[in-house]
């Protein structure tokens, strides 16, 4: 440990795509790992109410149902109360309270809330996280990346695409605020008539736009909650990160999208052509109007 000298901020500024809001660490709660996002753009912590289930000596302190919002103030979260949990940062175990929320995309979201009662400093270059404990500080190092949950990007609303045009189409993802890759679902990719050129999505209020674009002589559904893929802090560039997609998200979102998308083609595994070489796939497009500082790629 070592003496406390800074507060709250990021000693790096982030490189583009940004990563500050992509900060993963596997923390000690009630003696169980769980697998948890620092999210700076969220103003309150939050425990998965199943995540809860698996732990046991924590203590509610309030059992009211109610509704709040995070600090972009659009998204409402729904809260069965909230817990008080300990958690083993280092060598201290410090008390903190958790909103018990029911979908979450990760077991614990810690948000400003927490970082400010402990005076967090993210060092974002170094992943590195250190907490303000008892007069002084204690750091640990954050997940490798290669170990990060992957992040679904999801349609908000069902959309109808007319032919040969291309729309952007509001999604929605569970993270409040990044910059990130994108990584197309293999049933996105194999859809005969829908197609995305984007290659980078910007989240605010976790929100985006994707381009979508229909090639078709008639119109295409898109229904509500369809996942068009998953966000990403570095690009897709080995055949063991697609196995990696295969094993945390893809089974569930590509059964979800065959339900929703009859028309949808899947397969047990992402399209052996995106494995030969994925650079033969790509080529830059121009920006589609309303995209200005943004880059496509195309997927052949």
């Given at each position: 440990?070592?003496?406390?000298?800074?507060?709250?901020?990021?000693?790096?500024?982030?490189?583009?795509?940004?990563?500050?809001?992509?900060?993963?660490?596997?923390?000690?709660?009630?003696?169980?790992?769980?697998?948890?996002?620092?999210?700076?753009?969220?103003?309150?912590?939050?425990?998965?109410?199943?995540?809860?289930?698996?732990?046991?000596?924590?203590?509610?302190?309030?059992?009211?149902?109610?509704?709040?919002?995070?600090?972009?103030?659009v998204i409402p979260l729904q809260?069965?109360?909230?817990?008080?949990?300990?958690?083993?940062?280092?060598?201290?175990l410090i008390k903190f309270h958790a909103f018990v929320i029911k979908k979450r995309c990760v077991d614990l979201i810690i948000g400003m809330d927490f970082l400010i009662v402990f005076n967090a400093n993210i060092d974002v270059k170094s992943q590195?996280?250190?907490?303000?404990?008892?007069?002084?500080?204690?750091?640990?190092?954050?997940?490798?990346?290669?170990?990060?949950?992957?992040l679904p990007l999801h349609a908000r609303h069902a959309t109808i695409v007319p032919p040969h045009s291309t729309m952007a189409i509001l999604a929605s993802t569970p993270i409040s605020s990044l910059s990130a890759y994108f990584m197309p679902t293999s049933s996105f990719i194999e859809h005969p008539n829908l197609s995305s050129t984007q290659k980078i999505v910007t989240v605010q209020h976790h929100h985006s736009r994707l381009l979508v674009t229909n090639s078709s002589d008639a119109p295409e559904h898109i229904p509500e909650?369809?996942?068009?893929?998953?966000?990403?802090?570095?690009?897709?560039?080995?055949?063991?990160?697609?196995n990696q997609i295969a094993l945390l998200c893809r089974r569930y979102n590509e059964k979800k999208n065959q339900q929703n998308f009859?028309?949808?083609?899947?397969?047990?595994?992402?399209?052996?052509?995106?494995?030969n070489d994925?650079?033969?796939?790509?080529?830059?497009?121009?920006?589609?109007?309303?995209?200005?500082?943004?880059?496509?790629?195309g997927i052949y």
């Amino acid at each position: 440990m070592e003496p406390v000298t800074d507060g709250p901020v990021s000693t790096t500024s982030p490189s583009y795509p940004s990563k500050p809001f992509l900060l993963y660490a596997k923390l000690i709660v009630n003696n169980v790992p769980l697998q948890t996002l620092i999210d700076t753009g969220a103003s309150a912590t939050c425990i998965s109410f199943n995540t809860l289930q698996r732990i046991s000596n924590f203590r509610y302190i309030d059992t009211t149902v109610s509704s709040f919002v995070l600090a972009d103030g659009v998204i409402p979260l729904q809260s069965n109360g909230s817990v008080e949990l300990s958690m083993q940062f280092g060598n201290e175990l410090i008390k903190f309270h958790a909103f018990v929320i029911k979908k979450r995309c990760v077991d614990l979201i810690i948000g400003m809330d927490f970082l400010i009662v402990f005076n967090a400093n993210i060092d974002v270059k170094s992943q590195n996280l250190s907490l303000e404990t008892f007069g002084h500080r204690t750091s640990i190092r954050l997940d490798d990346q290669s170990r990060r949950p992957l992040l679904p990007l999801h349609a908000r609303h069902a959309t109808i695409v007319p032919p040969h045009s291309t729309m952007a189409i509001l999604a929605s993802t569970p993270i409040s605020s990044l910059s990130a890759y994108f990584m197309p679902t293999s049933s996105f990719i194999e859809h005969p008539n829908l197609s995305s050129t984007q290659k980078i999505v910007t989240v605010q209020h976790h929100h985006s736009r994707l381009l979508v674009t229909n090639s078709s002589d008639a119109p295409e559904h898109i229904p509500e909650f369809f996942c068009f893929g998953y966000l990403l802090s570095n690009p897709v560039g080995s055949q063991n990160f697609f196995n990696q997609i295969a094993l945390l998200c893809r089974r569930y979102n590509e059964k979800k999208n065959q339900q929703n998308f009859n028309r949808t083609v899947t397969y047990s595994q992402l399209p052996q052509r995106l494995f030969n070489d994925l650079k033969c796939f790509y080529r830059s497009t121009p920006s589609i109007r309303g995209a200005t500082g943004t880059y496509f790629f195309g997927i052949y």
